[in-house]
């Protein structure tokens, strides 16, 4: 062959990237541009070209309208409050455990590591009993305990978020417990020693010194965890009704109500938003500057 041939490209990862991948991407973002759906695919009906107007319905249509901006703004919600919520608290415990004098670090690190050990579908089966409105033990052990009423959990989509944010920051703290113990791990004893000489408090200490190098050690991984909630189907879509984000929005246009240009529609606006908001803020942190 001559030289400078390009190899990849008879490759079979190349071949198997080309049509998992980029065909998929490629159908998906042609489908937009259609009128693709159960009543016109081939080879019964034929597909039009009609431009933009699937995008224009999403925002002129009232119901679609509605939908796709109450959607949104629960996606978001529940993007910036589980995330949030899944990583204080793995950064908290990763922190406490991490304190000289405590005993038994390794027993209290293997029992905060086990959530992320159960696979997730079994932990969201087990909360779904647990927060279940008739049997679950909240309902009937935990909450009259403290002379709380019974909550419907499940049959109230505000309580049902709410437990969903619960779930997802069980679900989702082991992991930034792990990272941030491995950080806390290599932060070097000078640093506190030379606060404590200079008079420095323990939380002095947390803020100046172990917050900030957590923060920089971990940003990628934060980040990531932001972009992953926004496309976590697995917990969210688990129950139906008010709590789908827009990935599971999406898969039920699809594959329950066939509505596939739709679907795509809003597969490149989700994925415009995604990518968008990955890029500023990967732009703005310092982790992946090169130290000259």
Do not use: C
């Not at 922190?95 to 579908?121: D, E, M, N, S, Y």
């Not at 699809?254 to 809003?266: K, P, W």
């Amino acid at each position: 062959m001559a030289e400078g041939y390009p190899y990849f490209i008879t490759s079979p990862a190349f071949v198997l990237l080309v049509f998992s991948v980029i065909f998929p991407i490629l159908f998906s973002f042609a489908l937009v541009f259609t009128n693709y759906d159960l009543y016109h695919s081939p080879p019964a009906s034929l597909v039009d070209w009609v431009g933009l107007d699937t995008l224009k319905q999403i925002f002129t249509v009232d119901i679609w309208r509605s939908t796709f901006f109450d959607v949104l703004g629960w996606t978001i919600v529940w993007t910036l409050v589980a995330s949030t919520l899944q990583i204080s608290i793995g950064i908290f415990l990763a922190v406490v455990v991490h304190q000289k004098g405590l005993r038994f670090k390794k027993f209290f690190r293997t029992i905060l590591v086990l959530p992320w050990a159960v696979p997730g579908f079994v932990t969201i089966l087990i909360f779904t009993g647990l927060f279940n409105d008739t049997f679950g033990a909240i309902n009937n052990s935990i909450l009259p305990m403290f002379g709380l009423d019974p909550i419907p959990w499940l049959t109230s989509a505000p309580w049902t978020r709410i437990a969903l944010l619960l779930i997802q920051s069980w679900l989702g703290f082991p992991y930034i417990f792990i990272v941030t113990t491995g950080v806390l791990q290599s932060i070097p004893e000078d640093l506190y020693e030379a606060a404590t000489i200079d008079g420095a408090t323990s939380i002095q200490k947390f803020k100046n010194i172990t917050l900030p190098l957590i923060l920089y050690s971990i940003a990628p991984i934060i980040i990531t965890q932001y972009t992953f909630n926004f496309n976590n189907f697995a917990v969210p879509s688990s129950t139906a009704g008010g709590t789908d984000i827009l990935v599971s929005w999406i898969y039920k246009l699809t594959m329950q109500s066939g509505q596939y240009a739709l679907a795509a529609a809003l597969t490149l606006l989700l994925s415009v938003f995604v990518i968008g908001i990955a890029i500023w803020q990967f732009k703005r942190t310092k982790s992946f500057k090169e130290v000259v």
